[in-house]
């Protein structure tokens, strides 16, 4: 056996079967509990909360990204903003959740700067009773090239699709 | 824009993953709702202390969130936070347990935690009795012991999981587990 003890075994004796009994009945008690959101089997409301906050204020930003330069002059961005960008493009389409986004740039000029992106990876999740995965890669490579060219100025970026995984709903 | 959370508390646990390590906060905040409770048990079971727990169950999570991009395989999530979770859990038991055998130094009076505090009906009533009950036949036991039985019989990591979270052979880990098990049982007899 290679899980947690079971109840039930007919060849353990019986101080083992109480044990097994009160190993469950532990089990169940607590996830009643932590579904009721029971503060003394998990983290308190406060703890949660202050958590959240920590977690957003220590994103990782990642490298910043040369972008084509506006009339007024050169400007850049990070990795995050450019991969949030496409995150968002991505989940806007109906019955898919973008997964991640792996970009190709042009040499940078330093140490945690990347030049122009020159490719995107796009790779997502799909409802799983969409009837056409084509056609459904197509409209996410058509409007993250479409994002990219408005938001950006990087028409005829190349996008590249990959359904990762299918999702229920 | 995140996916409504409702959408993304669906996804599973390596697409979650792969969204945190893309950056998105509101898909690591579907991990910690998802985990944040098991890890509590693991904490609070190796610890006995409420107050103890929390703390590391907050740095596992905080930690976990920094090194996303260092996890390789998304599909293991589940199996990294319990790793470190229980490592920390663990070092401060061991801690612990070194000072309680250590002579104390007058500079560490202050600082040393009085156990009985954890008998204080007012602490007590913060945590599940059963929980308690459990956590004090536990803390009777070596430190690592006590993560090996939580991770296998509260937690249901399998041997070769256990023994890669704390770093032991699959041998280690499974002559541990009976050893704290039997222990446990004969604590068991004794209630009754």
């Known amino acids: 056996m290679d899980g947690p003890s079971r109840p039930g075994d007919p060849h353990d004796d019986q101080a083992t079967r109480n044990y097994l009994e009160h190993i469950a009945a532990l089990h169940r008690d607590w996830d009643e509990l932590e579904s009721r959101g029971d503060d003394s089997v998990q983290l308190s409301r406060r703890a949660r909360s202050a958590l959240s906050e920590a977690v957003r204020a220590d994103a990782r930003h990642g490298a910043r990204v040369d972008m084509p330069p506006t009339h007024i002059g050169p400007y850049t961005l990070t990795e995050l903003a450019l991969r949030t960008l496409i995150r968002d493009t991505i989940d806007d389409i109906d019955g898919v959740v973008s997964l991640r986004t792996t970009i190709d740039y042009d040499p940078g000029r330093g140490w945690n700067s990347r030049g122009l992106p020159r490719r995107v990876e796009c790779h997502i999740s799909a409802v799983e009773t969409t009837p056409d995965l084509p056609g459904l890669a197509e409209q996410v490579r058509s409007a993250v090239r479409g994002a990219c060219a408005r938001e950006l100025d990087l028409p005829d970026l190349p996008i590249d699709v990959h359904i990762e995984d299918l999702h229920e709903h | ?192």
């Open chain 2, 1 to 192: 824009m995140s996916p409504p959370t409702r959408r993304l508390a669906e996804l599973s646990d390596r697409a979650l993953a792969l969204r945190a390590q893309d950056g998105d906060p509101d898909a690591f905040d579907v991990l910690i709702d998802r985990h944040q409770g098991r890890l509590f048990r693991i904490a609070y079971l190796v610890l006995g202390d409420r107050q103890d727990s929390e703390d590391v169950v907050q740095e596992t999570l905080l930690t976990a969130w920094k090194r996303l991009h260092l996890l390789e395989d998304p599909d293991a999530v589940r199996a990294w936070l319990a790793q470190i979770c229980s490592r920390r859990a663990t070092d401060i038991a061991r801690r612990r347990a070194r000072r309680a055998t250590d002579a104390h130094r007058p500079e560490d009076l202050h600082r040393h935690r009085d156990p009985s505090s954890r008998a204080d009906p007012a602490h007590a009533s913060e945590v599940n009795a059963q929980m308690r009950a459990l956590a004090q036949v536990l803390a009777t036991m070596d430190p690592d012991l006590r993560a090996c039985w939580t991770l296998r019989e509260i937690d249901g990591m399998s041997y070769r999981q256990i023994a890669a979270a704390l770093d032991v052979t699959e041998s280690t880990a499974r002559g541990r587990i009976a050893r704290a098990r039997t222990h446990v049982i004969d604590y068991m007899k004794e209630w009754r």
